[in-house]
């Protein structure tokens, strides 16, 4: 399995965040009190939704280990703000963008094959800059059949 390699662009985010650990892991907290409100908000580019997540420099992925997790729609500008909601903004990047389709009970195993095969036998290195999934038409939450790109950040080995 290989990933498409593209440059993001530079991208305004109106969302919402939470900080949490794999061990208590709280995505679903977070994406129950974004939904509701996400009409609010004004400026949207696309349908897409975006699970953004943060990790502190040389992530180890373990389970108590912090990151922030946002829930998040790209905006063409910071005009309007919600009651309850932030701005966030990623900046342009490559990354290593991954297919994934199913439900959500195999990724983990996608993610630790990214991490632990993929990534270590490419000629690339995690860079350190938000990953995310973006959640288009043909994500549909616990299906079998959903899909949705995974966006890993990354950079040339010898730089």
Same mark, same amino acid.
């Given at each position: 399995?290989?990933p498409?390699? /593209?440059t993001?662009?530079t991208?305004?985010? @109106?969302?919402?965040n939470?900080?949490f650990?794999?061990a208590?892991?709280r995505?679903f907290?977070l994406?129950?009190s974004f939904?509701p409100?996400r /009409?609010d #908000?004004? $400026? @949207? @580019?696309g349908?897409?939704?975006y699970?953004?997540?943060i990790?502190?420099?040389?992530?180890?992925?373990q389970?108590?280990?912090?990151?922030?997790?946002?829930a998040?729609v790209d905006?063409?500008?910071?005009?309007? @703000?919600?009651?309850?909601m932030?701005?966030?903004?990623?900046?342009e990047g490559?990354?290593?963008?991954f297919?994934? /389709?199913g439900?959500?009970? $195999?990724?983990?195993?996608?993610?630790n094959?990214?991490?632990?095969?993929w990534?270590?036998?490419?000629?690339?290195?995690?860079?350190n800059?938000?990953?995310?999934e #973006?959640?288009?038409e043909k994500? /549909?939450n616990n299906d079998?059949n959903?899909?949705e790109?995974i966006?890993?950040?990354?950079?040339?080995?010898n730089?």
């Amino acid at each position: 399995m290989n990933p498409a390699l /593209k440059t993001f662009p530079t991208t305004k985010f @109106i969302g919402k965040n939470l900080s949490f650990t794999y061990a208590d892991y709280r995505a679903f907290k977070l994406w129950s009190s974004f939904m509701p409100q996400r /009409k609010d #908000i004004q $400026n @949207i @580019i696309g349908s897409e939704l975006y699970n953004i997540q943060i990790n502190p420099e040389n992530f180890d992925f373990q389970p108590n280990t912090t990151f922030t997790k946002w829930a998040a729609v790209d905006v063409s500008s910071f005009d309007f @703000i919600p009651d309850g909601m932030e701005t966030f903004e990623i900046n342009e990047g490559l990354y290593a963008v991954f297919n994934y /389709k199913g439900d959500q009970s $195999n990724a983990a195993s996608f993610f630790n094959f990214i991490y632990t095969e993929w990534l270590p036998s490419s000629e690339y290195k995690l860079d350190n800059r938000p990953q995310f999934e #973006i959640l288009e038409e043909k994500y /549909k939450n616990n299906d079998p059949n959903s899909e949705e790109e995974i966006w890993i950040p990354v950079k040339l080995r010898n730089r």
